[in-house]
């Protein structure tokens, strides 16, 4: 949109960017203050808002530490590590053959599944948690990161499988026609001619489900509760819930367990901005 | 398309379906015979099928209308919240300008990051004697104590609701980004040439035309917003000031090992899902038309 710059409305703008930056970083850079404050400083009546002498003590506690406190939270950077991987190596290639047939080829009940698909974004997690716990116990999957995994790759399978049809939906039909009438099979096309026209979309794909895994909270505090799978999310919530004392290892474990997907989201953005749009239309 | 045989659509599909079903479809079944029987892990030789009693019980119970006007406060805080700054935040994007990139890398980390952690971070701009905001109060003399932000009902639930849409903007700000790009220039040209103001060309053009992207994303929050779960645990733990449907339905289950009662909870979580859920779908088959 083109407008005519004044000097109030260049002050406005820059006034609103401000804001803007304040209000989505601003809780960031308040929780990294108070990581790096020593404790001394932050008991008694503090209206400061820096630290004299600020530490990165925390942050070495946790990374290097042998205490049982700094194990356990790096196993948990692990399992969600291994966790997020094999979600992306399983649930990815089950979302492309779901979401190609649908997109892409005629048969019963497609349309009928599209609705089921979009309907079931809505249905809370826990609606199957219950019977799933109990099933876990009898198979003995509680705390297996593959039973964890699938879970995972159920909750967001509806959504991932939506924003890969809505990209194939906007290729062109003829796309395909030229390979079928060479005689190619269904799968052959899907792997030569659709998969690597769309790989934009593949790996924003691929983003969300990394994002998605490395934040789950709920399933794994049900599903996970020992520490040999227990993820990153479950171990920094401990800090809080099981109340420490020590704010400054409680902010410090927070900053951490944000830096992969903050990273994610500053170097990828483009393609999760894509994602994000994409997701949301009809295709 | 030539006709083929159709196997290959159903192979191709069989490992999404055979695991839906599996771990979707059939639990959440399952979970509503849970809700039809007694079933209390501590007094397992009472087990019995007691038809829509769990849910008698329930409706009958004030903990359960308190947790129900929190989620409710919470839903509608968070719609506001999200659209309105969400709004602004996308016509802030839609400027051209050399740090675009930087503003946009801004908007989206919220989004990207744990909503447990967001719940932490956020803790400590409200915390009553280490918070950012108690601290700013204090330094400005505009209270003498620190306020209880975190202990009082109605502004731990707006705070949760807050932190939520935090986390929901984002996304908000990014669909309605792109609708906004979507409408064709000489719309507002031609409203120019006919001598509209800033202000008309926003209620007459920009803001009809955002409507259907504006319908998914007032749904999907909504669904986010009911079942808002990480954040409370981070803000307020386990406890009760702050309950909502979800905790409600988790402490019911896990914590006092109810399954019937916690199962028959989680079925009226699902059913106001389920409604926001058909709305989600009949906007996003909604198509944008420009003139």
Same mark, same amino acid.
Request: net charge positive.
């Given at each position: ?283 | ?15 999404? +379906?055979?695991?839906?079903? %599996? ?62 700054? %969400? ?92 609708? =906004? ?36 994303? +007032? ?59 058909? =709305? ?12």
């Amino acid at each position: 949109m083109k407008r005519k710059r004044t000097a109030g409305s260049r002050i406005g703008y820059t006034a609103a960017v401000v804001l803007f930056i304040v209000f989505c970083l601003g809780p960031i850079l308040w929780s990294f203050i108070m990581s790096i404050t020593p404790q001394s400083e932050m008991m008694g009546e503090v209206t400061t808002f820096f630290p004299e002498n600020p530490t990165f003590g925390n942050y070495k506690k946790l990374l290097l530490d042998t205490e049982q406190q700094a194990l356990l939270y790096r196993r948990g950077i692990g399992n969600s590590m291994k966790a997020a991987l094999l979600s992306l190596l399983i649930g990815i290639p089950m979302a492309v053959l779901c979401a190609y047939p649908m997109s892409r080829l005629k048969f019963k009940g497609s349309v009928v599944m599209r609705n089921v698909l979009l309907f079931t974004m809505a249905i809370p997690v826990f609606a199957t948690i219950i019977p799933l716990y109990k099933l876990y116990i009898s198979l003995r999957l509680l705390n297996n990161l593959a039973g964890l995994v699938l879970v995972y790759i159920t909750s967001f399978l509806p959504m991932t499988v939506w924003l890969l049809i809505s990209y194939f939906d906007t290729l062109p039909q003829e796309l395909e026609e030229a390979a079928y009438v060479d005689g190619g099979s269904k799968f052959y096309v899907m792997l030569k001619i659709i998969l690597p026209v769309s790989y934009p979309i593949i790996f924003a794909a691929s983003l969300i489900v990394f994002l998605q895994t490395w934040n789950q909270f709920q399933i794994p505090l049900i599903l996970a509760p020992g520490h040999e799978t227990k993820p990153i999310a479950v171990v920094a919530s401990e800090f809080v819930t099981k109340s420490t004392v020590d704010y400054g290892l409680m902010n410090a474990g927070g900053i951490i367990a944000l830096i992969p997907p903050a990273i994610i989201a500053i170097v990828f953005r483009k393609f999760l901005i894509q994602g994000i749009a994409g997701g949301s239309t009809k295709g | 398309m030539k006709k083929r045989k159709n196997t290959p659509p159903y192979i191709m599909l069989a490992p999404s +379906v055979v695991l839906m079903c %599996g771990l979707v479809f059939y639990p959440i079944l399952v979970t509503f015979t849970y809700s039809l029987q007694q079933m209390k892990l501590t007094e397992p030789q009472n087990d019995k099928i007691v038809g829509f009693k769990n849910y008698q019980m329930i409706l009958a119970d004030s903990n359960f209308w308190y947790s129900f006007l929190n989620s409710i406060i919470i839903l509608v805080g968070v719609v506001i919240l999200t659209v309105v700054i %969400g709004i602004a935040f996308a016509m802030l994007l839609n400027v051209n300008t050399k740090i675009k990139g930087v503003l946009t890398a801004a908007a989206i980390i919220p989004w990207a990051l744990p909503p447990i952690v967001n719940g932490v971070m956020w803790r400590w701009i409200f915390h009553p004697s280490y918070g950012f905001l108690n601290r700013l109060l204090l330094r400005c003399e505009l209270i003498e104590e620190p306020v209880q932000w975190l202990s009082n009902r109605f502004s731990v639930i707006l705070i949760v609701a807050l932190v939520v849409a935090w986390r929901n903007i984002p996304f908000c700000a990014i669909v309605l980004l792109s609708a =906004l790009q979507g409408i064709p220039s000489h719309i507002y040209e031609s409203a120019a040439i006919d001598g509209s103001s800033t202000g008309q060309m926003f209620r007459k053009i920009t803001l009809p035309l955002l409507m259907p992207s504006l319908g998914i994303v +007032v749904t999907s929050t909504s669904i986010n917003a009911i079942n808002v779960f990480d954040e409370i645990v981070s803000l307020s733990g386990y406890g009760d000031v702050s309950k909502t449907l979800m905790m409600d339905a988790y402490l019911r289950t896990f914590n006092f090992l109810d399954y019937g009662a916690g199962s028959a909870i989680t079925y009226i979580i699902m059913i106001f899902a389920g409604i926001l859920g058909l =709305l989600y779908i009949r906007n996003l088959y909604r198509e944008v038309n420009y003139l």
